[in-house]
């Protein structure tokens, strides 16, 4: 199981912030934004090691790797 930020869309925003900030924009003046989390679940692995993962949790999951 991983739980953690979304990489592309982490790093898709930053180019925009660079382009503001060299346009003379300050950086505190720029607002925050939040990046969405992405839950993910490897059954493959999960059953290598004789875990079985609950169908709640499976549900909760962004993404399931079967």
């Known amino acids: 199981m991983s739980y953690g930020p979304n990489i ?9 912030y660079a382009g503001r900030i060299l ?3 300050k ?13 993910v679940i490897n059954l493959k692995t999960a ?9 709640t949790l499976l549900a909760t999951a962004d993404e399931v790797i079967r």
Do not use: H, N, W
Not at 47 to 55: S, W, Y
């Open 47 to 55: 059953k290598a090691l004789g875990l079985t993962i609950p169908e």
């Open 8 to 16: 592309p869309e982490f790093y898709r925003p930053l180019g925009i």
């Open 23 to 25: 346009s003379g924009r």
């Open 27 to 39: 950086p505190g003046d720029l607002p925050v934004r939040t990046i969405r989390s992405e839950f």
